[in-house]
């Protein structure tokens, strides 16, 4: 039963992976962006959860119809300042330009969480903080199932969203060829702004469930480190290989910890990275190019 609870805690820290991974993958696939800062808008987000508990004693899944619209226009006004006039350059200059951009915006974003919240890391306790779901021996946290859950709704509504409505299929067909979608009357400019939008806002999902753990100005870095790894073992572009990708990296780090110790957890995870990168390097669940 031990083992069990060990895998129950991969799956649930793997479901937060991949929130914190999705907006990174839609803005990778759509534009060919590397957003070093989407871990640090994550830990934004997080403390904006922290503060509407604190003061309004609301629910980080309630507060999120209040970040999600705030950080969807951080990322309207990110695109426009930063990275709009970045899609006249090649490809590889755009990806080596953004990476630059976005690690400044990590070190002020880390600097300005600093100065505003210090570095104490801070954490919301609600009623049902703490409380588990028992099954036999096994304990699974009701904030472990709300993850779970939130993960699973936000990944394949966002599938749903990309294929089935008429602007996601506008997204999908700019992720595809930029030319072609224009010729074809897309207004492609919008689009990507409302994409890279939408992608910033996703990381709200992701504060909402960090909150409920630990925020300090210098975790941001950190979820980056794994939203990139599961774009790898997924695939650039590949949504729904993500929510996959971060089920699989929590498992084995869960089984890392297991057999060898925590202090190797983080060994593990860049061992896939490295074997997958090597061996598969179109990623372990992607189909097609793009979205």
Known sequence: MEFAQYITYGVINGSLYALVAIGLALIMGIMGIFNIAQGSLAMIAAYG??????????????????????????????????????????????????????????????????????????????????????????????????????????????????????????????????????LMGINVKRTTLVAFGLGIALSAFAGAVVSLHTVSPAVGIDWTNKALILIVLAGVGSINGILFAGLLLGIVEALGVYLVGVHYTGVVGLLIFIIVLMLRPQGLFVRKAGV
Not at 93 to 98: D, E, F, T, Y
Not at 131 to 149: N, S
Request: overall charge neutral; proline content about 3%.
């Open 49 to 182: 959860s922290v503060l509407f508990f604190q003061h309004m004693k609301i629910d980080p899944f309630v507060s999120l119809a209040l970040t999600l619209p705030g950080m969807f226009l951080v990322g309207v006004f990110m695109y426009l300042t930063m990275f709009m006039s970045m899609n006249k350059f090649d490809p590889g200059q755009k990806l080596r330009n953004s990476m630059l951009v976005s690690f400044g915006l990590v070190l002020i974003m880390e600097t300005l969480a600093t100065i505003l919240w210090t570095a104490n890391e801070r954490t919301v306790t609600t009623a049902y903080s703490g409380t588990v779901m028992a099954l036999g021996d096994l304990r699974i946290p009701y904030t472990g199932i709300a993850t779970i859950i939130l993960a699973i709704v936000v990944i394949f509504g966002l599938h749903f969203f990309l294929k089935h409505t008429t602007f996601g299929k506008s997204i999908w067909a700019v992720s595809q060829d930029h030319d072609c979608a224009m």
